[in-house]
């Protein structure tokens, strides 16, 4: 089985510039979280979604990120614009329903640096 | 969901068990307890999750004290690839959050 999908692995961008990452669940999981994790700390969420609809977004800094998941399934999260407190590592994890709710299977993230 | 507190780092000898506690005390009668791991590089990975009762597969063994408050990951034979961050979490799953602290890092040791 095909585990969580992510592109870029790696991303140097410059303050104020925009960027994307995208993720591809595991088939069939209609529920899909993205998590951002700053060197040293664990994985803080910032959004999650169950089928294409949000479910918990309260720790999306809304100003300057969103994040859909037009179709449910892929999902994209974008910052416009960044800041240098952004650099971090962005998961994305999924899970099926009808599992145990905290066993979440996460991808490899994306790096995200912002100079 | 309940906090948690994990010692910082622990070290282990490669072929021992290794036993990282977890102290959830303010754990409330519905909440479970749920491990993950973090090898350098890699997102984190589920191990195991527990109420009451202690449980097992084929990564780990999870003791949970009868009173709830605290509970063991144990790993029997450690291996240099369980070098890693732990991190235990203790939650109702009515919102599906996974709240991560800073988490154990143990390192296994030839």
């Known amino acids: 089985e095909a585990g969580v999908a992510q592109s870029p692995r790696y991303k140097i961008i410059e303050k104020r510039q925009s960027v994307a990452f995208w993720c591809n669940p595991i088939?069939?999981?209609?529920?899909l979280y993205w998590y951002q994790q700053i060197l040293g700390q664990g994985p803080k969420l910032l959004i999650q979604f169950q089928n294409n609809g949000v479910v918990d977004d309260s720790q999306l800094p809304k100003d300057r990120f969103s994040a859909e998941r037009l179709k449910g399934v892929d999902s994209t999260l974008k910052i416009q614009p960044a800041k240098l407190e952004d650099s971090a590592v962005y998961l994305c994890?999924?899970?099926?329903?009808?599992?145990?709710?905290?066993?979440?299977?996460f991808g490899p993230g994306t790096r995200l640096t912002v100079t | 969901d309940a906090k948690t507190t994990q010692p910082p780092s622990m070290d282990c000898a490669e072929g021992r068990a290794a036993n990282l506690p977890c102290n959830h005390s303010t754990i409330s009668g519905n909440e479970y307890v749920y491990w993950y791991r973090q090898i350098h590089s890699q997102g984190p990975q589920y191990i195991i999750h527990g109420l009451k009762n202690n449980e097992t597969n084929e990564m780990a063994s999870l003791i949970i004290t009868e009173d709830r408050k605290s509970s063991t990951l144990i790993l029997p034979h450690a291996t240099l690839r369980d070098t890693a961050v732990y991190y235990c979490?203790?939650?109702?799953?009515?919102?599906?959050?996974?709240?991560f602290g800073q988490g154990t890092t143990l390192q296994v040791k030839p």
């Open positions: 979490i203790a939650g109702r799953g009515n919102t599906g959050k996974l709240i």
């Open positions: 088939s069939g999981h209609a529920t």
């Open positions: 994890a999924s899970s099926p329903l009808g599992g145990p709710w905290g066993e979440q299977y």
